[in-house]
């Protein structure tokens, strides 16, 4: 498995989907770790797909979180009545600005069309 950091995209929706979805089934059967900070606006497919992801890890007893999850990616969920638990959303309070965030260790899960305007 990849020790990289996988990053949800900005807009996180039926355009972006596919590619997470994609992702994670790459991933399953081990421990899942996701960074939402960057998500600027998440729709009921992207969360779809974290609530389920979060019961499929927990029924194949594996860990799945997502981390630093942004205010936007919070309040996407509270709109639908998701509890931040149910979408693996853990806090560990605000993203260290001061990590190193080298391009080699990140997966941006995000769409080509995002990754070439960032």
Same mark, same amino acid.
């Given at each position: 498995?990849?020790?990289?950091?996988?990053? @949800?995209?900005? $807009?996180?929706?039926?355009?972006?989907?596919? /590619?997470?979805?994609?992702?994670?089934?790459?991933?399953?059967? $081990?421990?899942?770790?996701?960074?939402?900070?960057?998500?600027?606006?998440?729709?009921?497919?992207?969360?779809?797909?974290?609530?389920?992801?979060?019961? /499929?890890?927990?029924?194949?007893?594996?860990?799945?979180?997502?981390? $630093?999850?942004?205010?936007?990616?919070? /309040?996407?969920?509270?709109?639908?009545? @998701?509890?931040?638990?149910?979408?693996?959303?853990?806090?560990?309070?605000?993203?260290?600005?001061?990590?190193?965030?080298?391009?080699?260790?990140?997966?941006? @899960?995000?769409?080509?069309?995002?990754?070439?305007?960032?």
């Amino acid at each position: 498995m990849p020790d990289d950091n996988l990053y @949800l995209p900005e $807009h996180f929706d039926g355009t972006t989907v596919s /590619q997470v979805a994609a992702e994670l089934l790459g991933r399953r059967g $081990h421990p899942v770790e996701l960074n939402g900070e960057r998500v600027k606006s998440a729709g009921a497919l992207g969360l779809q797909i974290l609530l389920s992801a979060t019961k /499929q890890w927990k029924e194949d007893d594996h860990a799945f979180r997502v981390v $630093h999850a942004s205010d936007d990616l919070i /309040q996407a969920g509270e709109t639908l009545g @998701l509890t931040q638990s149910e979408l693996g959303l853990v806090d560990l309070g605000p993203a260290d600005p001061g990590a190193d965030m080298g391009e080699d260790a990140d997966t941006d @899960l995000g769409t080509e069309e995002e990754q070439v305007a960032s």
